[in-house]
């Protein structure tokens, strides 16, 4: 009895069916996330979608902006992105009158209304938040030293209806290609 072999051969096993499986699946030709066309066309809208907050910021300004990569809110939105092109996806692999579409189609109208309504307005929210703290600062000529009102909070939380709009035409363009291109 020797623990630290039968630990070694409890992997060995564990990796030989593993690899066994991985194997079948590869002739089937069904190998992890190669055939996840949905998956695959919500992540790369999304992502895409991120990419392009910088370059739309330029146009507009005439100068770049790399942290909009990383920002929540902007034109387009990339969680309507990601949903429409994952609706999109859905209904196309498994047609459009399929429960699975009607579930992600549902699910895509929610993020969609809740980007620019709910997370909207929680930004707006914010915005007078802060501008009450400094008009009663500077009204009261008092400093609120609690560590509450100095914390930083995002700006932008949400979007508005045309940076909803650009993330559903972004997220439908890009499921349409990957379509075409798979």
């Known amino acids: 009895f020797v623990p630290h072999l039968m630990v070694w051969d409890f992997f060995r096993l564990k ?28 992540l790369i809208a999304m992502v895409t979608a991120q990419f392009c907050k910088p370059l739309y910021y330029w146009l507009l300004k005439r100068e770049w902006k790399w942290e909009l990569m990383k920002a929540s809110g902007g034109f387009p939105s990339s969680h309507s ?17 399929s429960t ?37 600062q500077e009204l009261t000529s008092t400093k609120l030293t609690d560590p509450i009102y100095l914390t930083k909070i995002k700006n932008v939380l949400g979007h508005t209806w045309v940076e909803v709009a650009g993330g559903i035409l972004h997220g439908l363009i890009i499921a349409s290609i990957l379509y075409f291109v798979k």
């Open 15 to 42: 990796l030989f069916r593993m690899e066994m499986i991985c194997g079948i699946l590869k002739k089937r030709g069904e190998f992890m996330l190669s055939n996840m066309y949905p998956f695959w066309a919500a």
């Open 81 to 97: 992105a990601a949903v429409c092109a994952l609706a999109l996806a859905v209904g196309i692999e498994e047609h459009f009158s």
């Open 100 to 136: 699975i579409f009607a579930v992600t189609l549902t699910f895509a109208m929610i993020i969609c209304y809740d980007a620019a309504n709910v997370r909207y307005y929680a930004g707006q929210n914010i915005q007078i938040t802060r501008q009450l703290i400094k008009d009663i």
